[in-house]
């Protein structure tokens, strides 16, 4: 289904028809199947849900989004950066001869799908620059990034096709996004013009700080729609993030006189609930350096203003966006499960910590 995103309007007529026709006839199939037996990706098919309404959730602060030297499409000299200043940014790394379907293309294909969504909403459009950048500057001269882009042109959203002057230029940039890149060699050494990567779809906020990364089981243009919409919504706001809320909930008092006639907490008489150790629960429970990558905190998955679960997700997404069977549970009342509480009651530390979060 590579044809998906290759310039269908520029073939014959008859084949143009053709294609178009098997488009539409796949796009009616229940499980899409790629011709080789993979598994098309989530990003081709209706999302299995809707997407949660813009502005009702917000999306955490990962982190600066890099700068670096790059080259437009007419060859001129542009930092990442300055592309990125004033909008809301969606980059993407690729190669222009990758044909790993739930790779490249695919992320052509749904930022496609995202322009197309826009067009009727001009005035959004004008605050979204998508930008793909391509990590294989040997190949992928400006002209040829122009050609690659020219058919995904117009309809008010810029969409820039980048690459850069050399290896030594892209290296940094897809180092620092932690874009996991290799190239393939045959058994003679010789490149063979492909790369072994990972899908990697980066959202970028105004203020140039990432606030979402997709990978290939979770790039989809209805779930990245809302999310640019909620950052636009966001303007003029803080960051919301998983960020704490401001008023925070008085938790020790519901640990002495627990409310709705609910039982005492179990609390181990070698570890008392302290004030202190109810605002360490809380300060973890946003801190991503808890999480493998340093990326993710216990607030990003249990999202507090939505039950501390996760309200926008079917089952929650990990690290580099790895996907667990379940969705986050709501957190309530965790500080009555034996589990959490009792048995840990001899680990000094971690009881205290997860028992003030579990109070929470
Ligand atoms: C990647 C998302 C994610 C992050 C981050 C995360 N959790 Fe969870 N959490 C889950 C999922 C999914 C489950 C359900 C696991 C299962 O039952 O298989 C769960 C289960 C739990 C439960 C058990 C709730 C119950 O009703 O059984 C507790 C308590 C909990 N998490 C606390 C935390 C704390 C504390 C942190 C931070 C240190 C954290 N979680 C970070 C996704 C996450």
């Not at 143009?16 to 098919?45: C, K, M, N, T």
């Not at 993710?296 to 996907?323: K, N, W, Y």
């Amino acid at each position: 289904m590579f044809l998906a995103i290759l310039p269908v309007t520029r073939l014959p007529f008859p084949a143009a028809w053709l294609v178009r026709l098997l488009l539409s006839l796949w796009l009616f199939l229940p499980f899409p199947i790629h011709a080789d037996g993979e598994v098309l990706a989530p990003g081709y098919q209706s999302l299995s849900f809707t997407a949660p309404e813009p502005g009702t959730y917000s999306l955490p602060d990962i982190g600066i989004a890099a700068d670096g030297s790059v080259l437009d499409a007419q060859a001129r000299d542009v930092s990442l950066s300055s592309l990125m200043a004033g909008k809301v940014s969606v980059l993407s790394f690729i190669y222009a001869t990758c044909s790993d379907i739930n790779g490249c293309p695919l992320a052509t294909a749904v930022l496609h799908q995202v322009k197309s969504r826009l067009r009727k909403e001009p005035e959004l459009a004008g605050q979204l620059r998508l930008l793909t950048l391509s990590f294989n500057p040997e190949h992928d001269t400006p002209e040829q990034m122009r050609l690659y882009g020219q058919n995904f042109q117009g309809g008010g959203v810029d969409w820039q096709f980048l690459t850069t002057r050399s290896e030594q230029h892209i290296h940094p940039i897809v180092e620092h996004y932690q874009q996991a890149i290799a190239k393939k060699f045959d058994d003679q050494g010789r490149f063979t013009g492909t790369f072994a990567h990972n899908l990697r779809v980066y959202l970028i906020d105004k203020h140039q700080h990432i606030r979402n990364i997709y990978s290939t089981g979770f790039l989809h243009a209805d779930t990245l729609v809302s999310d640019i919409k909620t950052l636009l919504l966001e303007d003029g706001k803080p960051f919301a993030g998983a960020a704490k809320p401001d008023s925070t909930f008085d938790l020790l008092s519901t640990v002495i006189n627990p409310p709705l006639g609910l039982p005492p907490l179990p609390v181990p008489e070698n570890n008392p609930v302290t004030k202190e150790k109810v605002s360490l629960g809380r300060k973890l429970f946003y801190d991503r350096r808890l999480s493998l990558n340093g990326t993710m905190s216990c607030a990003m998955c249990h999202i507090p203003d939505q039950g501390f679960t996760s309200h926008e997700l079917a089952t929650a997404v990990g690290v580099e966006g790895r996907t667990v069977r379940r969705n986050s549970p709501a957190l309530f009342n965790v500080g009555y499960f034996p589990l959490l509480v009792s048995r840990w009651a001899g680990v000094n530390l971690r009881a205290t910590n997860l028992g003030a979060v579990a109070g929470a």
